[in-house]
């Protein structure tokens, strides 16, 4: 075992475990975030979507050893306080979850994608989303959320 150290939605934490256990599971197992989904374990599916310095990730695939001086941020990180990040407003304002299971994944991977692409049109929003898996098939209110979003960050403007 070995103390690793990164920063988690914006604190900085310690964690003691094999370099080479599964990042998803040091999240959920060791420091209680359970947000973070396990769907495929194969890194397909995006349930396990997480941002590490910005970028989404899949977190099922990771080493923990990997986020080493790192800052990741998981679905719990997004909000400030009791404000939620404008990507999860527009997802509850576009009705975008339905089991909800792939919500988690696929806002942060929404919130990766604007912050890559701040203004996506509509089919990059689609291919940008495309990896991520929603087996209700809510694709059309999840896009319509990443376009919300988009247009919320950008004060409004048209993408």
Same mark, same amino acid.
């Given at each position: 075992m070995e103390k690793i150290s990164f920063t988690l939605n914006n604190k900085a934490v310690e964690v003691e475990a094999e370099p080479y256990d599964i990042l998803l599971w040091v999240l959920r197992t060791k420091l209680g975030l359970t947000g973070t989904k396990y769907g495929c374990g194969i890194g397909y599916c995006g349930s396990c979507t997480i941002l590490v310095n910005g970028e989404a990730m899949r977190s099922c695939g990771m080493a923990v050893s990997e986020v080493a001086g790192q800052q990741v941020t998981t679905i719990e *990180?997004?909000? +400030? $306080? %009791?404000?939620?990040?404008? +990507?999860? !407003?527009?997802?509850v304002m576009n009705d975008a979850q339905q089991c909800g299971f792939c919500t988690p994944g696929m806002i942060m991977n929404a919130v990766g994608l604007l912050n890559a692409n701040p203004t996506p @049109?509509?089919?990059? #929003?689609? !291919? $940008?989303? /495309? %990896? /991520?898996? &929603?087996? &209700? *098939? @809510?694709? /059309?209110? #999840?896009? %319509? =959320?990443?376009?919300? =979003? =988009? !247009? @919320?960050? /950008? *004060? *409004?403007?048209?993408s």
């Open positions: *990180g997004l909000a +400030v $306080g %009791d404000e939620l990040h404008p +990507v999860q !407003k527009s997802f @049109s509509r089919s990059e #929003i689609i !291919k $940008g989303m /495309n %990896d /991520n898996l &929603c087996r &209700c *098939g @809510s694709y /059309n209110r #999840i896009a %319509d =959320a990443v376009e919300d =979003a =988009a !247009k @919320s960050i /950008n *004060g *409004g403007s048209e």
